[in-house]
């Protein structure tokens, strides 16, 4: 294993993911099937903090859940994340309770009810913070 290859999103418009991801999170959109379907359907293809997204066309999951991808960001980057994405008009969730030193998070669902998570911490900081006496 050498980790993780990409990620799929179903979605109902590839248009108006590649402007949450872009637009909203500041993917780069680096291919579109437009009328060459290789897959299932027609997908889009993007580059965000070095991972591979991709958006297909279909039907996405029909409720939502706290299932979700995390990117991790700057702290200082938060706001300008929550300004772009609530313009688009994505819903921007409530930040779950957290314990000091854990790193903050901006909760977001796209159009098609898919959680992305904006993270602040690392895996080492919040081992450390479970790990201390509480």
């Given at each position: 294993m050498q980790g993780i290859s990409h990620i799929t999103f179903i979605v109902r418009d590839l248009d108006r993911m590649a402007a949450f991801l872009c637009e909203g999170l500041g993917a780069r959109e680096i291919y579109d099937s437009a009328e060459r379907n290789y897959s299932l359907s027609r997908e889009k293809f993007f580059l965000l903090g070095g991972v591979w997204l991709a958006a297909m066309e279909g039907a996405p999951p029909a409720e939502r859940s706290y299932q979700h991808v995390a990117f991790r960001v700057?702290?200082?980057?938060?706001?300008?994340?929550?300004?772009?994405?609530?313009?688009l008009g994505a819903e921007v969730r409530p930040p779950r309770p957290r314990v000091d030193g854990e790193g903050l998070s901006l909760y977001v669902y796209d159009f098609d009810n898919h959680l992305f998570e904006l993270h602040t911490g690392t895996l080492e900081q919040r081992l450390a913070r479970y790990g201390a006496p509480r």
């Open positions: 700057d702290e200082s980057d938060l706001p300008a994340y929550r300004q772009r994405l609530e313009v």
